[in-house]
């Protein structure tokens, strides 16, 4: 729904007026005049927002008969008299209030509509406007002419690309500037294809290739220059670089984030299979594909996995599905926002569309609607976020397959099989399980602490023995041993949990027991559970030692376990001796608050006011039980049997092969954690949500994708049998049509604006009417034909872009040109930059002569890793940069979401929780303090050092050294004067410190 200021409601209220007067049978004063010229305003401009369906403010603009509503504010036209009408004050001024979220009206329109009024602002009655969708990026894509140049220009035409962008100089009275000089080239394209700067080697082998003259011409060698690029894009380094800008924009990190942020260790195989992916030059189609549906489009090839590392690169909250169950609000909340997430990242990342916007309500601006974008979320329905198995062999993988499935149809006709059972017993059934839910109610504790108790480690058979000792330091004369149950939620237990079915408790004086007393033994029978009531063991003994031994643990869910909330030792004066004493046991969860071993004896434990409601609930589930039996006949058991039988022999199978390898990626079969279940490739329904609400929820939305001019019908023609990873194929396989038109234009902008520094669509993320229109349309369409048509080849489109004039100008300024166009965006000049903060580190690793150029892997730490209970604290302080582990490219560092590496983060690098197309460029006083003070800085520098004097001989001559690794060119003679005689009062140490913070180092041009 678009929501209209008041202002605009003035508006749409005279407007209504107006079109009402036309409307009671007032003679049109010139049909064709609003027919040709004041219908195609209102039809690009109005309609959109202003429709039957979607009538801003209470007003269409269809015909004059939807029109016809009244307002209290009056008319705001007079027709005949446009000076009078308010409806212009909208559509003028510095800031106009209309059109929403585009470009004020030209002037030309402006006039248009002003003679309309005056000309008695008729509407034919029987003319009915339609929603004109002529935003550029929907159009249809065509591969434009490229454009004749003036004669005096067309030696400087390297490749299309020069035509386009020097038409739109000469129209505008400029041209490109002269052709930067070699060693600019070089590191210039060392570092937009590789991310690192030349070896001293490199930049004088490569400036002397390009500084060989062609034909006498006064301009560098065309044919090195192709060299060095096929050069570059053939280095493994140039995937490591490229991968980053991927990364960027998909939102890749190693942790969760929120509130807990736990790590992900089986996210690195994703960020591998990027950079191995652009060094492949893998087109860009099957890219696409494998991110989103490549398990059902290339099963049993590991890509076709790894890549689905891309719906689950960015944040997920922990809480909100582990511990939070999916029928609370706050679960389907969280539920509702991760398939946000998927949707948002998929549609921003390939499409360039800020789908996001219509969760809460139809766009605002853009032709989609909420049930386009719950149509979205249909597609992701049935992903979760997960580690998942992915093998090198592609048969084992393909039996991994079959055997998963054939295992969620057992466990689908073992659930068929209890609802059959559960059907069967009828009303006396559901009565008995009403009373327990009842008495269960009943038996949560009055008295609650977030100190449960003490918890065995979980076994998965019931006949492990356990034990838990208690210390009281000297002999006491005991009266009594009381064991208090626990209370936990976890698998629905509730009272009682980990009571032990069967144990003994023995007191002694001695700590081996060799005097032990045996004050109560139940270890011959089940005993019944006494849920919140106490259960006390007489004893007349005097004894330091008491121990409680469970012979049968108590059922959790599919495993086993010994829990207590606390254990009274009573004297002969009833006082609790025990409190605060000293407590061993076989083993222990121990997780603080809830368990460990010390909440034994810390005198707190859960109670009820209910204190028949135990006996109460285990008659009742006694009762239960007997009528359960009566439905299990023996045809249900053996069936039963069977299924169970064929289950454990499919997990037999499943355990036996390979294990494979681990990825971080979307899933749908995985171990269940807390309330985060899988799905088993079940779509999870999904509906519109009223204003986003997940309580509020309206239609079933139905799987699709987003209209586009000539194909309005989205929604996808699955059939009733598909499966769910076939909606995300069919995703997949819109997004890369080759017809459609987002998908191209929005990957070549974003390759533009890595290379030039300026994108030619402004707003990389959004191509909808918020976001701004290509400078060079013409340009973007040509580029993304070329992409699409030729292989899809990334390698293909960098050397079309930085083999053109445009890439190798000089930044020189030019006044004239400045004042024509300051932000240059018609590309007169290169742009300058300043290195990213990974180019920033991983160029002083390699100066420094520490860079250690390993690929792949999991990733290594920048900080001390603390875990905690309650979240991983990630100690970035307590981290030595001399660690050699930590010497690799910075892409390959572990990326941690909410407590981000503070150096890398002071020099702008990337937030994780967030698409970064773009990367902010400051410049602050504590970037100079990083660069100048942190220890990475400072280890760096004294490597820097032994390096120069391992390599040059004298002062002169390492400092020369010095400058052609960290500049790339040979050192000015002020510049040694200046330089050694700082060495000769600091030390060559403090000089590394120095030479690591040039501008000229860190910036580019």
């Not at 494998?290 to 290339?298: M, P």
């Not at 208690?470 to 009682?496: K, Q, T």
């Amino acid at each position: 729904m678009s929501i209209v200021p008041t202002r605009a409601l003035f508006l749409c209220a005279s407007l209504a007026l107006l079109i009402s007067g036309s409307a009671r049978g007032e003679e049109p004063q010139d049909e064709a005049f609003f027919r040709e010229r004041v219908a195609p305003i209102l039809a690009g401009k109005c309609v959109r927002c202003h429709n039957d369906a979607q009538a801003g403010g209470g007003l269409s603009l269809v015909n004059s008969q939807s029109s016809l509503t009244g307002g209290e504010s009056g008319a705001s036209i007079v027709a005949g008299e446009p000076d009078a009408s308010f409806l212009l004050d909208y559509l003028v001024g510095d800031k106009p209030d209309m059109p929403k979220g585009e470009a004020p009206l030209p002037a030309d329109q402006i006039a248009t509509l002003r003679e309309w009024i005056a000309r008695g602002a008729a509407w034919p009655q029987d003319l009915q406007l339609e929603v004109k969708d002529d935003w550029w990026s929907r159009q249809a894509l065509t591969r434009p002419a490229v454009p004749k140049v003036a004669a005096k220009h067309e030696a400087t035409v390297r490749t299309p690309i020069d035509a386009f962008v020097l038409a739109k100089l000469e129209e505008r009275g400029m041209h490109l500037s002269r052709e930067a000089d070699a060693r600019t080239i070089v590191r210039r394209l060392f570092y937009d294809l590789t991310g690192l700067p030349p070896t001293p080697e490199e930049m004088q082998t490569w400036s002397a290739k390009l500084n060989k003259e062609t034909a006498g011409e006064d301009r560098l060698n065309d044919q090195a220059y192709g060299e060095l690029v096929d050069h570059l894009l053939a280095s493994p380094r140039y995937g490591e670089r490229w991968a980053r800008h991927w990364l960027d924009v998909v939102k890749y990190a190693d942790t969760c984030g929120y509130d807990k942020d736990k790590l992900r260790e089986h996210s690195w195989p994703y960020r591998d299979y990027v950079i191995r992916s652009f060094n492949q030059d893998k087109p860009y189609a099957r890219f696409v594909q494998e991110q989103i549906a490549g398990d059902a489009l290339f099963p049993g090839e590991p890509d076709g996995i790894l890549g689905l590392g891309f719906v689950a690169a960015g944040p997920w909250d922990f809480i909100g599905h582990v511990e939070v169950p999916a029928e609370k609000i706050d679960g389907k909340v969280a539920r509702n926002l991760d398939r946000d997430e998927m949707v948002s990242n998929t549609l921003n990342t390939f499409c360039s569309v800020t789908i996001q916007c219509a969760r809460c309500h139809d766009h605002k601006f853009d032709p989609y609607t909420q049930e386009h974008y719950y149509g979205l979320q249909a597609v992701f329905s049935a992903v979760d976020r997960a580690n998942r198995v992915y093998d090198v062999d592609p048969q084992t993988q393909q039996r991994r397959q079959m055997l998963a499935q054939r295992k969620r149809e057992i466990e689908s006709q073992l659930a068929a099989l209890a609802q059959e059972m559960k059907a069967a017993g009828g009303a006396e059934l559901a009565e008995a399980r009403q009373q327990l839910a009842t008495l269960q109610s009943q038996t949560r504790p009055t008295t609650y602490y977030p100190e449960h108790g003490f918890h065995s480690q979980i076994e998965s058979a019931a006949d492990r023995v356990k034990w838990v000792q208690i210390d009281l330091g000297r002999p006491i004369a005991l009266s009594n041993v009381v064991l208090h149950a626990c209370y936990d939620d976890f698998a629905g237990i509730g009272s009682g949990f980990g009571f032990p079915v069967r144990f003994q408790v023995e007191v002694a004086s001695e700590p081996d027991f060799s005097d032990a007393l045996l004050v109560a033994d139940e270890t011959s029978h089940d005993f019944p559970n006494p849920l919140l009531s106490r259960h006390a063991a007489k004893t007349a003994a005097t004894a330091r030692f008491i121990r409680v031994t469970a012979t049968k643990l108590a059922e959790r869910r599919n495993d086993f376990i010994f829990a207590l909330a606390e254990v009274e030792v009573l004297d002969t004066a009833n006082m609790n001796v025990a409190i605060g004493a000293r407590v061993t046991s076989l083993d222990s969860i121990e997780a603080p608050n809830r368990w460990r071993r010390s909440n034994l004896v810390d005198g707190r434990w859960p109670s009820t006011i209910h204190a028949d409601a135990g006996q109460k609930l285990a008659a009742v589930r006694a009762e239960l039980r007997e009528l359960e039996a009566k439905i299990e006949t023996p045809e249900r058991i053996t069936r039963k049997n069977q299924l169970e039988a064929e289950r454990q022999q499919v997990n037999t199978q499943l355990a036996g092969l390979p294990t494979g390898h681990m990825v971080y990626a979307a899933a749908t079969d995985f171990p269940a954690q807390g309330s985060f279940k899988p799905t088993g490739g079940m779509p999870r329904e999904v509906r519109v949500l009223h204003r986003g609400n997940v309580t509020d929820p309206r239609d079933e939305a139905i799987p699709g994708a987003l209209p586009l001019p000539e194909q309005e019908d989205c929604q996808f023609s699955l059939p009733s049998d598909h499966s769910e990873a076939d909606r995300r194929a069919a995703l997949a396989q819109w997004i890369t049509d080759p017809q459609h038109p987002l998908t191209w234009r929005s990957i070549v902008n974003r390759i533009w604006y890595y290379h030039f520094d300026q994108a030619l669509a402004g707003s990389l993320n959004d191509f909808g009417r918020m976001g701004q229109p290509p400078t060079h349309p013409e340009l973007l369409d040509w580029l993304a034909v070329e992409f699409r048509d030729n292989g899809q080849s990334f390698k293909h489109l960098h050397r079309l872009m930085v083999t053109s004039s445009v890439y190798r100008q000089s930044s020189q300024h030019n006044e004239a040109f400045a004042a024509r166009d300051g932000s240059n965006q018609y590309l007169w000049r290169a742009n300058r930059r300043r290195l990213e903060a990974e180019e920033i580190r991983d160029s002083i690793l390699a100066v420094s002569g520490s860079l250690n150029l390993q690929m792949g892997g999991p990733g290594y730490y920048l900080f001390e890793l603390e875990k905690a209970q309650h979240s991983p604290h990630y100690e970035y302080h307590k981290f030595d940069p001399r660690d050699p582990a930590s010497h690799r490219r910075s892409i390959y560092r572990f990326v941690v979401r909410s407590q981000p590496d503070p150096y890398m983060t002071t020099l702008d690098c990337a937030d994780s929780s967030q698409s970064t197309p773009k990367r902010d460029e400051t410049l602050t006083a504590l970037q100079a303090l990083s660069m100048l003070n942190n220890p990475f800085q400072l280890v760096m520098a004294e490597a820097f050092a032994q390096r120069l004097e391992a390599e040059a001989d004298t002062r002169e001559k390492q400092i020369d050294r010095a400058i052609w690794l960290t500049l790339g060119r040979a050192s000015r003679e002020t510049e040694r004067h200046e330089y050694a005689a700082f060495a000769r009062q600091h030390g060559m140490v403090q000089l590394c410190r120095v030479l690591l913070n040039q501008s000229e180092f860190v910036y580019l041009d």
